[in-house]
């Protein structure tokens, strides 16, 4: 039963021995995340992490060929393919809707697989659920790769989540998959903790996304329970809530919905004047509570509904505080706020 742990420790090194690799190639060819008006950062840095977090994780996986000789390929497959749209789009820009159709269409493909909600009596809305929820937090994790470190330590803390609630069911998919995706957030950490060096791009942001839909749809499977998914979504409950909150406020302004914009609520914090380490460590510290609330529902210590309530208006709390669902026409950040967060970040 150690193997599928050992997956996450591959992943870790190889994770760590091609970033530098990938780190050169990207300064060779002049791919960097270049400074704007929706961007934190100053100066350009390397944005093809994701190519490494992408070979750290196939490698970790690859333990489930040694443990089973017949472990599903067909979830592979989805991860790379959300993973390869998102190194392209890295390296040359795709429509926002293109790439979301083929999100919708990784949650297709593991709905035919097996891996799906099961809400309703109709197959058909089940199939459309599961694709809107595969779709959603591939892109949730997008957004929360706004910050340096934020969208990898949040998931790896996450993937902990997973791995223990998989050991509780022996699921060893569960634990192979989720030990891999810690192994490779860790590694991506050594380069994209604050200050970061190097960015994990869309390849990355979106790789985490699909990673952790599947790990939700797999525990749903296992559990075979219509209300299974409220544990999942409680350990993801800070990507989510930060997701539908953009959605509902750029809904409400005349940007098109696709848009970036400067209200998520790692920015509104550091206008707010956190640096970026506070916020990290926070966001971190709260995604680990959730993770803790959502194992003490697991083993049936606190009741599922009450837990996803008080996280529901905890959240909804929070947001109304910072002010999350105002909407601006305007750019956010002036040019004196933009250089206190550079000088924050430096």
């Not at 591959?10 to 091609?18: D, K, N, P, Y």
């Not at 944005?47 to 490494?52: D, H, K, M, T």
Request: charged share 10%; hydrophobic share 55%; proline share 4%.
């Amino acid at each position: 039963m150690l193997t599928p742990y050992i997956s996450g420790f591959v992943a870790l090194l190889f994770g760590l021995g091609t970033l530098p690799l990938v780190k050169r190639a990207a300064q060779h060819y002049a791919l960097y995340d270049a400074s704007g008006p929706l961007k934190i950062h100053h100066g350009s840095i390397p944005r093809l992490g994701g190519i490494a977090m992408f070979a750290g994780f196939l490698a970790g996986i690859l333990i489930l060929y040694i443990q089973d000789s017949r472990p599903a390929s067909l979830p592979l497959f989805v991860f790379a393919i959300v993973w390869a749209v998102g190194l392209i789009d890295d390296i040359r820009p795709l429509g926002s809707l293109f790439r979301f159709c083929f999100h919708i269409g990784a949650g297709c493909a593991l709905w035919f697989a097996g891996w799906r909600l099961q809400w309703f009596n109709s197959p058909l809305l089940d199939l459309a659920a599961t694709c809107l929820f595969v779709a959603f937090l591939i892109n949730a994790m997008n957004l929360l790769d706004g910050m340096d470190g934020l969208a990898a330590g949040t998931a790896a803390i996450i993937s902990i989540g997973f791995i223990i609630i998989s050991w509780s069911e022996a699921n060893t998919l569960g634990i192979t998959v989720a030990a891999s995706l810690f192994g490779t957030c860790a590694a991506m950490l050594s380069l994209n903790a604050p200050p970061a060096k190097m960015f994990m791009g869309d390849s990355g942001s979106t790789l985490l996304g699909v990673v952790l839909a599947f790990l939700s749809l797999n525990w749903v499977r296992v559990q075979a329970d219509t209300h299974s998914i409220i544990i999942p979504l409680i350990f993801l409950s800070v990507p989510l809530a930060d997701a539908l909150l953009a959605i509902l406020r750029r809904s409400r302004s005349p940007k098109l919905i696709f848009q970036g914009d400067r209200r998520h609520f790692y920015d509104l914090l550091l206008q707010r004047g956190w640096t970026v380490g506070h916020v990290l460590t926070i966001s971190i510290g709260v995604t680990g509570i959730l993770v803790f609330a959502g194992w003490l529902c697991e083993r049936g210590i606190v009741g599922v509904w009450f837990t996803g309530v008080v996280v529901l208006c905890g959240l909804a709390a929070c947001a109304t505080v910072l002010g999350s669902l105002q909407s601006d026409s305007k750019p956010v950040l002036t040019s004196q706020q933009e250089t206190s967060l550079g000088t924050a970040l430096e």
